[in-house]
């Protein structure tokens, strides 16, 4: 099946500071990439779709200066966590729709983000 | 509002023990329910996309229904390598509206 790659697989960082989470399909091309969040014992939570060439678009509630989406690319969309604090220390997972339309949607191996 | 709620919340069978796993969805126009396994520390892993009523599909021990209201997953005969959390999600188009899983273990 189609390959979806996070990088990194876990980051431990200082608050205040930024963290970039990178998303790459591997052997397909992706026009539309999705980011989730997941705490523990818990669903996936949507926070963005993002797309390739244009600005993404936020689930209610996420902080858009907070969680910077980029799709630079149709192979590469990245997350990037902005002057990080304790309660942004997730399971962040990316995802990647091989084909159009209501397609197979593959999940990264996720990010695990601690906030010291 | 579209909504996805899975039962049981945890499952715990004997190895051999066959079950199935519900879930139950509100969606303003279903073009396509998933069937997902995600082992902890891990991202989803695809295995079924039911798209209309009636349709069924299977994958190993796994078999996977769908109805006008709900969809099913049943497990025949489960092996320990069979425990993980199962996650349904359905999507009116775009992105995908997740239940909150249920959490299988099998012993042997």
């Known amino acids: 099946g189609a390959v979806v790659s996070q990088h990194p697989s876990w980051v431990i960082c200082k608050s205040g500071t930024s963290v970039k989470i990178e998303c790459r399909s591997l052997?397909?091309?992706?026009?539309?990439m999705f980011w989730y969040r997941q705490f523990p014992k818990q669903s996936l939570m949507l926070m963005a779709t993002?797309?390739?060439?244009?600005?993404?678009?936020?689930e209610q509630g996420v902080e858009k200066d907070k969680f910077l989406i980029n799709h630079a690319s149709l192979t590469l969309s990245t997350l990037t966590v902005t002057s990080a604090h304790p309660e942004d220390s997730s399971f962040y997972i990316c995802?990647?729709?091989?084909?159009?339309?209501?397609?197979?949607?593959?999940f990264g191996e996720g990010s695990r983000l601690t906030v010291l | 509002e579209d909504q996805v709620t899975q039962s049981p919340e945890a499952l715990r069978l004997q190895e051999g023990e066959s079950s199935s796993l519900n879930c139950s969805y509100t969606v303003s126009g279903l073009r396509g329910l998933f069937w997902y396994r995600q082992d902890p520390g891990k991202g989803p892993e695809f295995l079924f996309t039911?798209?209309?009523a009636g349709e069924e599909k299977e994958k190993e021990r796994l078999k996977a229904t769908l109805t006008k209201k709900e969809s099913f997953l049943h497990i025949t005969a489960p092996k320990p390598e069979d425990s993980a959390t199962y996650l349904c999600a359905v999507t009116p188009g775009g992105k995908l509206i997740f239940g909150q899983g249920t959490e299988l273990s099998v012993k042997p």
């Open positions: 039911l798209y209309s």
């Open positions: 993002s797309n390739e060439g244009s600005k993404a678009t936020y």
């Open positions: 052997d397909f091309q992706a026009t539309t």
């Open positions: 995802s990647a729709r091989s084909g159009s339309g209501t397609g197979e949607l593959f």
